[in-house]
């Protein structure tokens, strides 16, 4: 066994710093210039370093420089999930304003929409004009389909997954897995989704979208939420 007290101060083998600069050398090469990247990807005043390593300052500020980049990702990360509840919750309301029953044509009414477009609706669009799609596919430069997606899924977690809808904006989860909770735990009666939806947030952070889809069908089937467990599958395999 070693004595740390005895070999703290020892100085490093001239070998081994032979060795750890062959290292280096072999990585970066011999001759290259000690350099310093600033977090914004700029070149920075070299560094205080050590000349028999002059590779390593290098690999330092790489590591430094990539570290920052990240961070600054990551935050836009967060606040490209905290304007998507901004947006969803701003959908919602925009779907309010625009009610059915006095917007849209009876159907008495010379040019009412046809039935099976009504029924081919989502549910959560039933008290929404037939005009906000439309609307909201000019906004956004959507398709008709993506529009109502966009529309519905905002308005189901506005008003029935209001958990999800704090999560994505606190940047505990993205858009694509409030979409799946929207998808799946979205119509689950009231007696049962509070408490499916609160179980599945628990253990969302670090979660793929694929696996809170797995977790959400399973938490529906085992809540066996009425209407809704039926249609509930798990992927094969």
Do not use: N
Request: negative net charge; hydrophobic residues 50%.
């Amino acid at each position: 066994m070693f004595d740390s007290d005895s070999t703290r101060d020892a100085a490093l083998p001239e070998a081994a710093i032979e060795h750890m600069r062959a290292l280096v050398d072999g990585v970066f090469g011999s001759r290259a210039r000690v350099l310093r990247i600033g977090p914004d990807g700029r070149v920075a005043p070299p560094a205080e370093h050590d000349d028999r390593f002059p590779g390593l300052t290098v690999f330092r500020g790489l590591l430094e420089a990539g570290a920052g980049h990240l961070a600054a990702a990551r935050a836009a990360q967060a606040e490209q999930r905290r304007l998507a509840a901004v947006q969803a919750r701003s959908l919602a309301a925009f779907a309010r304003s625009r009610p059915a029953v006095v917007l849209d044509r009876s159907d008495e009414e010379v040019g009412a929409a046809a039935v099976a477009s009504r029924a081919a609706r989502a549910e959560a669009l039933t008290a929404v004009s037939e005009w906000a799609v439309d609307e909201v596919m000019v906004a956004f430069g959507l398709s008709s389909r993506a529009a109502a997606g966009l529309l519905a899924e905002s308005v189901t977690l506005t008003e029935r997954l209001p958990a999800t809808l704090a999560a994505l904006e606190a940047g505990v989860i993205g858009w694509d897995h409030a979409r799946a909770m929207a998808e799946i735990v979205g119509p689950v009666t009231e007696e049962a989704r509070a408490e499916v939806e609160a179980r599945l947030l628990g253990g969302a952070e670090g979660r793929t979208v694929t696996q809170l889809k797995v977790a959400a069908r399973r938490a529906v089937l085992r809540a066996d939420a009425p209407g809704v467990a039926d249609h509930v599958r798990l992927p094969l395999g």
